[in-house]
Structure formats: structure tokens, C-alpha cells
């Protein structure tokens, strides 16, 4: 007699990368290769990638990111699915495509990602696919650490004590025995994303290029970040942040790693920077666009000013430094996006918004939390305890730029000048550099925020 025992179905599980584009330490991966057999899938959000001015060094970086994570995938047995459109409608069809019981994704936090993870909870809910939420994007998870009033941490220094003290999560390795599932059929791609899959690369996105700069980094230069890290021209800092901000490399192998080397408790204590801001956006997802804390600010409208910040055209030679770095290089040193951001707010009294905004549109490692937070620190109506903190574009040229050889990188029209002259020319050497006067008169208008912070 044969009896006819059906075998049991494979659990199938839809494993959705966002920015956590990393095999490594990645919590959602490895849970999904966990007893279920994994299909990869990236989705190119269309709202994401359209718009009339989209951040094109960022998805220059994504792009690589995702050919690297896909060559990674494959060097384990794995495919990644690239597919596009509306994101969650995508996943969803992509999860009935494949017969996905469950679904695995990093958590996220901005008010963008909250939406659309909600609107996937949803559809799985009404399609009965258990959506599991992992962390993997931060160190410590927003919420893990709560302030014994209030539900976020509203000031760093507290933060940054429990932070260090807590125990974080293990590390997310792979299981011996993983099992992918391959597809045959072609998911629809929109025009946009297959442009953005030829546009040209940037040269150094991706979990690869990614560790090994991080490995590099760590062993020549850590140990001197502390001394280094404020001086523009050194550029000694890591040189991470866009490789974090896709989660090429993983924050809390990072942490871990650097804790291993010498003299790196500064460089520590700047991840938890990132950490911090995300717990605040978590609570406060509307800190992206609206004042953390209003103060009654009713911001100058100066579009001719604006430009000349913009352009690197202010005649403050540190500032047109930084903002002509940010736009040559997509990146811009962090004690310069201070004074930048502080000259914007404070000297020309723009809302800090098309300064956020303009960062946006440049920065690789532009990070919605990062920037937005880091711009209202800078404008006093964040997290900063000093909002009435002024950085004087000249002092902080000299203190911080002495020689004067980072401004004479990026203004070249300077680059004759000596230190003693180059962190504010006269007049007449102005003119004979072709170099702009000074847009505003500093003092005259550190004078009119002050009055107008005290309305
Ligand atoms: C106005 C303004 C806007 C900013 N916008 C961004 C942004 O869009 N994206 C971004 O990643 N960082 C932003 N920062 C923070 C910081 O300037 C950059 O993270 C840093 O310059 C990146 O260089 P690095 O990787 O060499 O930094 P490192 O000094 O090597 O620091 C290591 C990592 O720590 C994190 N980090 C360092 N400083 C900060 C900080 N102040 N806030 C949050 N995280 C930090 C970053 O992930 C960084 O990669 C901004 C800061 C200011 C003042």
C-alpha cells in the first residue's frame, strides 16, 4: 500500500533591502535565510527617484551599492530582484509573485519610511504575509534607550551616557545552511530607474569598497581623529557617512571594531551622533520639516544672498570654501557644514530649510536625520542647549584653517594669498583677486538675530 504523505511546503520569505545594503551584520537577512527559503529583492521607489531636481550623487552611490550587494548575494547562491514602482504596492506583488509567506526589512524612521512600512503592514495583513521589522540601521534602536520623563533624549551628553553603557545587540551572522530562491520572471522596471541603472558610477559605493575602507581607515588613521578631526584640510576624517547611511557597512560592527584600536572613543561618540538624531525622528518624525523647537523665527527672504552662499560667493573665504567643496565634491567636511549652516541661519537669517534643502540635493551621505537635525543644532531650534551659540566665519577660518590651505583648495583665486591676509582679504586684494566683498557685515548681523531671536 503507498500512502500518498504530501511533502511539506517550503516556508518562502521575501527578504526586502532598503538601506541596509549589506550582507554583513545585516539582522533581516540572516533572520529570513533562518528555515525559510529567501528571495532578495531591492525596489526603486518611484517617488523617491522622480522629482525635478533628484540627488544624483546619492543614487550614483546607490547604484554601485546595489551591483556590489548583488555580486554579494550571488557569491552566497543568492539573486537580487531589482524591481520598481510604487514601494509597497512592488512588494507586495513581488511576495504574491514568489508564494512569500513572510516578509524581513530594517526598520526605519523618517516620516517617509514610517508610511510606507505602514502601508506594507497593511497589505500584509490583508493578504496574510507576516511582516518581521529588524533593527540593523542604528546601534542601539530608537525607543531601546527612554529618558525617565518624555520619550526621547532631548540633549546629547544623557544619551550618549546610557548609550555607551547599554549592551548592544549581537552582531547577525549568516546560518550555516542558507537557501535561495531564484526567479525567472522579469519584474517591470519604470524609465527613471533603468536611466539610474546607467547612469555613471560613482566610483566607490558598496559593502566592498565600503569595509575596506573602513578596515583601512581604522588601522592607518584612527588614533589620530581626535587631534585631526577638526581641521578641514587634513580631511582625516572616515570618510563613512554615505557608506552608513546605505548600511553598506553596518554602524554596530563599526562601533565594535573601533573600540578595538586606540585613542577612537571620539570617533565612537560621533556614531552615536547618528543614533541620537534617529531616536529624536522616531518620536518626532515632523522634526524633518518643522522646528524641533519653535522660536518664533520669521525668516528674511533673500534669494540674491542665497545664491551667493549657494555658489561659494558670500566673501567669507571659509564658507565659499565649504559650499564649493560640497558642490565639486558632494561631500563636505563636518566643521565647515557648521560654519556653512551657521552663515546661512545666523548671518543672512534664511530659514534653515533651503539650507537643509540645497545639502539635500548635493550630499552622498545625505541623511534625512543627520542633516535636518544637524541643521536645526546649528540654527538653535533643535537639540543644541545653545541656541543662541554664533560661529564667527573668520575666527573659525583662522582657529580651524590656519595655513589658509583649505580655502586655497577650493578658492583658487585666494590661493596666493598668505595666512595672515586669506581668512578675510582687504579690500584692494580683493579686487585684484577677483574675489568677492563680504555679502553681509558679520557683527552688524550677528546684532539683528539676536534682536530678532528676542521678539
Ligand atoms: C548642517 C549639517 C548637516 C549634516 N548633514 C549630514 C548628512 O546629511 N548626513 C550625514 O551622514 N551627516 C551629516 N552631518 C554630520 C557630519 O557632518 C557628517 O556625518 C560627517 O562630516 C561625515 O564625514 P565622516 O564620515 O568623515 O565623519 P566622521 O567624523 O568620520 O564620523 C563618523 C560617522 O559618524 C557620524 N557622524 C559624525 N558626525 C555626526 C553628526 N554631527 N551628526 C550625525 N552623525 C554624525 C557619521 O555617520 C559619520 O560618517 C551634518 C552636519 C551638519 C552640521
Known amino acids: 500500500m503507498t500512502m500518498n504523505v504530501q511533502e511539506p511546503k517550503p516556508r518562502i520569505s521575501l527578504m526586502v533591502f532598503t538601506r541596509d545594503l549589506r550582507i554583513t551584520d545585516n539582522p533581516a537577512l540572516s533572520a529570513s535565510l533562518k528555515n525559510t527559503k529567501t528571495y532578495c529583492l531591492f525596489v526603486f521607489d518611484d517617488s523617491l527617484i522622480s522629482g525635478s531636481r533628484p540627488p544624483l550623487n546619492r543614487l550614483k552611490f546607490l547604484k554601485d551599492s546595489l551591483q556590489d550587494l548583488a555580486l554579494s548575494l550571488k557569491s552566497i547562491g543568492g539573486e537580487l530582484i531589482i524591481a520598481s514602482g510604487k514601494w509597497a504596492d512592488t512588494v507586495l506583488d513581488v511576495a504574491k509573485k514568489i508564494h512569500a509567506s513572510e516578509i524581513n526589512i530594517a526598520d526605519d524612521y523618517s516620516t517617509y519610511a514610517t508610511n510606507r512600512i505602514t502601508n506594507l503592514e497593511n497589505y500584509c495583513a490583508a493578504n496574510k504575509i507576516t511582516l518581521n521589522k529588524h533593527p540593523g540601521i542604528s546601534i542601539v534602536e530608537p525607543g531601546v534607550l527612554a529618558p525617565t520623563a518624555g520619550s526621547e533624549y532631548k540633549i546629547f551628553t544623557p544619551y550618549f551616557r546610557k548609550w555607551i553603557n547599554a549592551s548592544w545587540r549581537r552582531q547577525a551572522v549568516l546560518?550555516?545552511?542558507?537557501?535561495?530562491?531564484?526567479?525567472?520572471?522579469?519584474?517591470?522596471?519604470?524609465?527613471?530607474?533603468k536611466d539610474l541603472l546607467s547612469i555613471s558610477s560613482s566610483g566607490y559605493g558598496g559593502e566592498t569598497s565600503g569595509s575596506e575602507k573602513m578596515n583601512q581607515w581604522l588601522s592607518r588613521s584612527s588614533n589620530a581623529y581626535n587631534s585631526t578631526k577638526d581641521v578641514p584640510y587634513l580631511d582625516s576624517t572616515s570618510h563613512l557617512s554615505a557608506f552608513l547611511h546605505f548600511g553598506c557597512i553596518s554602524p554596530l560592527n563599526l562601533a565594535i571594531q573601533a573600540q578595538s584600536f586606540p585613542e577612537t572613543e571620539n570617533f565612537v561618540r560621533q556614531l552615536c551622533w547618528r543614533d541620537f538624531f534617529l531616536q529624536i525622528l522616531a518620536v518626532r518624525p515632523d522634526a524633518s520639516i518643522n522646528d524641533y523647537r519653535n522660536r518664533n523665527d520669521i525668516w528674511a527672504k533673500d534669494p540674491e544672498s542665497f545664491i551667493a552662499w549657494k555658489e561659494g560667493k558670500t566673501g567669507f573665504p571659509l564658507v565659499d570654501a565649504g559650499m564649493r567643496q560640497l558642490k565639486a565634491e558632494g561631500f563636505m567636511h563636518n566643521r565647515t557644514r557648521m560654519v556653512t549652516a551657521s552663515f546661512l541661519v545666523k548671518d543672512l537669517y534664511l530659514d534653515w530649510r533651503v539650507g537643509a534643502s540645497h545639502f539635500m540635493e548635493h550630499l552622498i551621505d545625505g541623511d534625512i536625520a543627520n542633516n535636518q537635525l544637524g541643521w536645526q543644532w546649528v540654527a538653535g531650534t533643535g537639540t543644541d542647549s545653545n541656541p543662541h551659540r554664533i560661529l564667527n566665519p573668520i575666527r573659525q577660518s583662522e582657529r580651524f584653517d590656519p595655513s589658509g590651505s583649505y580655502i586655497q583648495k577650493?578658492?583658487?583665486?585666494?590661493?596666493?594669498?598668505?595666512?595672515?591676509?586669506?581668512?578675510?582679504?582687504?579690500?584692494?586684494?580683493?579686487?585684484?583677486?577677483?574675489?568677492?566683498e563680504q555679502i553681509v557685515n558679520h557683527h552688524d548681523a550677528v546684532e539683528l538675530f539676536r534682536n530678532r531671536r528676542a521678539r
Open 175 to 193: 546560518p550555516k545552511t542558507i537557501e535561495f530562491g531564484k526567479t525567472d520572471h522579469q519584474f517591470s522596471l519604470s524609465q527613471k530607474s
Open 410 to 436: 577650493w578658492v583658487p583665486e585666494l590661493s596666493g594669498l598668505t595666512p595672515k591676509t586669506i581668512h578675510d582679504p582687504p579690500l584692494v586684494i580683493r579686487q585684484q583677486c577677483g574675489y568677492p
